[in-house]
């Protein structure tokens, strides 16, 4: 059984930071294709971060304009765990993050049940 477990979420000030961790069971991070999306209240889920399956993920990161130059996205292999890191918040990036995890071969997805971030003063 595939399990996306978010954590990291929570209240902070503008300007602020917060780092998010997802951990996975069930499947090896860096065999899939993963990535952090957001859903604000009335609006559509977005893509925050990718970062696809493989050793060179690093260098093919994707981000979304609004979030380029103040989130990073990473994963640790050995704790089977990706991250996003979050700097100089603002409250248009107040959202729900869920983890997201699809299967290089198969496509399979698979969602985490997503952490709060509320950015306020």
């Known amino acids: 059984q595939v399990q996306l477990v978010e954590s990291g979420g929570g209240l902070v000030q503008p300007g602020g930071s917060l780092r998010l961790s997802c951990v996975a069971s069930?499947?090896?991070?860096?065999?899939?294709?993963m990535g952090w999306y957001r859903q604000a209240p009335g609006k559509e889920r977005e893509l925050v971060a990718t970062?696809?399956?493989?050793?060179?993920?690093?260098?093919?990161?994707n981000y979304a304009d609004s979030v380029k130059g103040r989130f990073t996205i990473s994963r640790d292999n050995a704790k089977n765990t990706l991250y996003l890191q979050m700097n100089g918040l603002k409250p248009e990036d107040t959202a729900i993050y869920y983890c997201?995890?699809?299967?290089?071969?198969?496509?399979?997805?698979?969602w985490g049940q997503g952490t709060q971030v509320t950015v306020s003063s």
């Open positions: 970062m696809p399956a493989g050793v060179s993920a690093n260098a093919d990161t």
């Open positions: 069930g499947i090896i991070v860096s065999s899939n294709d």
């Open positions: 997201n995890a699809v299967g290089r071969l198969t496509r399979r997805t698979f």
